[in-house]
C-alpha cells in the first residue's frame, strides 16, 4: 500500500520521498460555513461549538510566492472566536474583498473559511519564486499576510494597505492538515520545542513583543512600571515575560489566586487578582470608584503608577487603563474582547498628557526577533492545554468563554503531544519543569 503524504510528514521523510508523493485532492480543516452566517441572530450565547467544524475540503493550487505547509499543530486565537460568532462582521466579507481583486487572491472567495492563525509544521512544496526555503523545512507561521509590492510594506509591514491577518481575513488558514502560506510568513520552527508548544507562540508573542519592545510600540525602558491586563492569557503571559526579561516591573491582573502562583513563577514582580477589589461587584472597574481602589492596590505593590498599560480587553477595561496611567504614560492597546466601543474620560487623557498607542499583530523583522529569543529559551511557550483537531470547537469554546490560561493547542497531523523536538540538549539546559508551567495549570490533551 503506498504512503500518502500526511503519513510521509508524520514518519519524517527526506525532502526528495516528499516531493515524490503526490499531494492529497482534499484534506481536513476546521471551517465556518457561509450558510450559518445567520444561526446566531437574536441568540444571546454564540456557542462556537456549533458553527466551527471540521470539513474535508479540496486542496487549493500554489501560487509562486507560496509554500504549501503540512500543519501539525495549530492553537486557538480570539480571532478564530470572532469568525465562527460572526461578528463583528462576518469573515466572508474579507474574502469577497479578496476575490475581486482577481488573480490568485480570487481563490480565497469560497462559501467555507478555513480559519486559524497560527501554525507549526513542515513545508512540503514551494512556489516557483520561493527561494529560502524547500521541502522538510520545519517551520512556524507568521500571520502577517502583506503585499510586497506595496511601498508602504517596505517600511513597516503592518502598514501596507494589502495587509491581513492570516487564517481571519484570509482562507486556507493553519487549524487544518495543510496550509497555504505566502514565503514571507515564514520562520524556523525553534527546534528545542514540541510541534504544539512552538505553533501557540507565533500571534501572541509577536504581537506583546511590537507592543511593548519594538520601536512602533510603548518603547518599554529598564525599571518601567508595566500594568498588564488579562496576564495568565494568552497575550498577557508573554507580556510577562518580556517586561521582566527588558528590565521592566511587570504588574499582572488576573481574576483567581491560582493564576496569580503563575505569574510568580514566570517572574511577575507583583500580582493584583481583580476579584479581590471588585468583590464580587464585576462592573466597579468600569466605574471611577474601582479605578481609584485598583490605582492603590498598584501603588501598594510598586510604589508608583504605571508607565505603560497593556491593553486588550477593551470595552470593559479601557476607562481603568487611560486612568491609572501615570502623568505622561502610555496606553498600548491592539485589540477590544469585550467589546471595540471605548468610553472614557478624556480630561485624564489630554491634561495629564498620554498617549494611546494603536498596535496590530507584528512585521516578519519583529516575528523573528521574538521567534530568536523563543528559539534561545528566553521567551517560553504559554501552552496551557492540548486538543485534537475533532475537537476544536470544543478548544474555540474554553477560549470563548474564558476558561483557559496562556494559549490553547490543537494538534492537526501530529498524532500525539511532545513531538517535533529535534535539540534535546538545549531543551535539558533550559530544564522541562520551565516548559510546563502553563501545562500543570491546564489538562495535558483532549
Not at 328 to 343: F, L, P, Q
Not at 425 to 433: K, N
Request: a negative charge; glycine letters at 10%; proline letters at 5%.
Amino acid at each position: 500500500m503506498s504512503t500518502t503524504l500526511s503519513e510521509a510528514v508524520i514518519a519524517g521523510c527526506t525532502a526528495d520521498e516528499l516531493q515524490a508523493i503526490p499531494l492529497p485532492a482534499t484534506y481536513p480543516a476546521a471551517t465556518v460555513r457561509q450558510q450559518d452566517v445567520g444561526m446566531f441572530q437574536d441568540v444571546p450565547d454564540k456557542d462556537v461549538r456549533k458553527s466551527l467544524v471540521v470539513d474535508e475540503v479540496p486542496l487549493p493550487e500554489l501560487a509562486p510566492d507560496e509554500a504549501l505547509v503540512a500543519v501539525m499543530a495549530s492553537a486557538i486565537n480570539y480571532n478564530t472566536v470572532w469568525t465562527a460568532m460572526f461578528e463583528p462582521v462576518p469573515t466572508f466579507a474579507f474574502l469577497r474583498q479578496m476575490g475581486r481583486a482577481g488573480g490568485w487572491d480570487a481563490r480565497h472567495d469560497l462559501p467555507y473559511h478555513i480559519v486559524g492563525s497560527d501554525a507549526a509544521g513542515v513545508v512540503v512544496r514551494t512556489g516557483s519564486n520561493v527561494r529560502h526555503w524547500k521541502a522538510g523545512d520545519h517551520v512556524v507561521v507568521s500571520p502577517a499576510y502583506v503585499d510586497e509590492q506595496e511601498p508602504a510594506t517596505h517600511s513597516d509591514g503592518m502598514l501596507g494597505d494589502g495587509q491581513r491577518a492570516w487564517g481571519f481575513e484570509t482562507n486556507f488558514g493553519g487549524l487544518a492538515h495543510y496550509a497555504v502560506v505566502r514565503a514571507s510568513q515564514l520562520l524556523p520552527k525553534p527546534a528545542m520545542l514540541s510541534w504544539e508548544e512552538a505553533a501557540v507562540n507565533p500571534l501572541c508573542a509577536s504581537t506583546a513583543y511590537r507592543m511593548l519592545v519594538s520601536d512602533r510600540g510603548a518603547r518599554m525602558k529598564q525599571g518601567d512600571v508595566v500594568l498588564i491586563w488579562g496576564a495568565t492569557g494568552g497575550l498577557g503571559s508573554y507580556a510577562v515575560q518580556l517586561v521582566a526579561n527588558g528590565g521592566g516591573i511587570p504588574v499582572g491582573v488576573v481574576n483567581s489566586p491560582a493564576k496569580a502562583d503563575i505569574l510568580k513563577t514566570l517572574g511577575c514582580h507583583a500580582v493584583i487578582d481583580r476579584s479581590q477589589i471588585e468583590q464580587g461587584d464585576t462592573t466597579l472597574l468600569q466605574r471611577p470608584e474601582g479605578w481609584k481602589k485598583l490605582g492603590n492596590a498598584i501603588r501598594d505593590a510598586v510604589g508608583e503608577d504605571p508607565h505603560i498599560v497593556f491593553e486588550h480587553v477593551g470595552k470593559a477595561t479601557f476607562a481603568a487603563s487611560v486612568f491609572l496611567a501615570r502623568r505622561g504614560g502610555r496606553i498600548v492597546t491592539c485589540g477590544s474582547s469585550t467589546g471595540y466601543e471605548h468610553t472614557f474620560d478624556n480630561r485624564y487623557l489630554w491634561m495629564r498628557l498620554k498617549h494611546i498607542i494603536g498596535s496590530h499583530g507584528a512585521n516578519w523583522h519583529e516575528q523573528d526577533e521574538v521567534n530568536r529569543l523563543i528559539a534561545k529559551g528566553y521567551v517560553l511557550p504559554a501552552l496551557s492545554t492540548t486538543y485534537t483537531l475533532d475537537n476544536v470547537g470544543t478548544a474555540a469554546r474554553s477560549v470563548q468563554t474564558n476558561q483557559h490560561i496562556g494559549k490553547v493547542g490543537v494538534l492537526c497531523l501530529a498524532p500525539t503531544a511532545g513531538l517535533g523536538i529535534t535539540d534535546p540538549q538545549a531543551r535539558a539546559r533550559i530544564g522541562e519543569d520551565k516548559f510546563k508551567v502553563f501545562q500543570q495549570a491546564g489538562s495535558t490533551q483532549h
